[in-house]
């Protein structure tokens, strides 16, 4: 019975080595989208979508490690990533509404 326990949990480690590495590969890839994006939303979308993959990733360690304190830093770091997010939007909403208002008196329109 016992060899059935251990070979579950040696399973389950190789699962979660092959999610990290996973998700790893994404992180790089939006880490690439966040530099190239054609626009601004492009940049935030992907730092959005990083951070949720480290997230997941903490989440994982948590499991995997069988540490609680793990959890708690990734709800802490949920709260902080959704606060970076909204301040982007911000700032990239007020660049953005400063930039259409010029532009409208260029062109002489209201």
Known sequence: M????????QAYG?????????????????LIRAVIGPRMADRIVAINIMGTMVMVAIAVLAVM???GYLV???????????LAVIILTKVYMGVYMEWKSREGEKFGSY
Do not use: K, P, R
């Open 2 to 9: 016992n060899s059935g326990i251990a070979a579950l949990e």
């Open 14 to 30: 190789v699962l979660f080595t092959v999610l990290l590495i996973i998700l790893a590969l994404l992180f790089f890839a939006c």
């Open 65 to 67: 490690l069988q540490e």
């Open 72 to 82: 708690d830093i990734c709800l802490i770091y949920a709260m902080i990533s959704f």
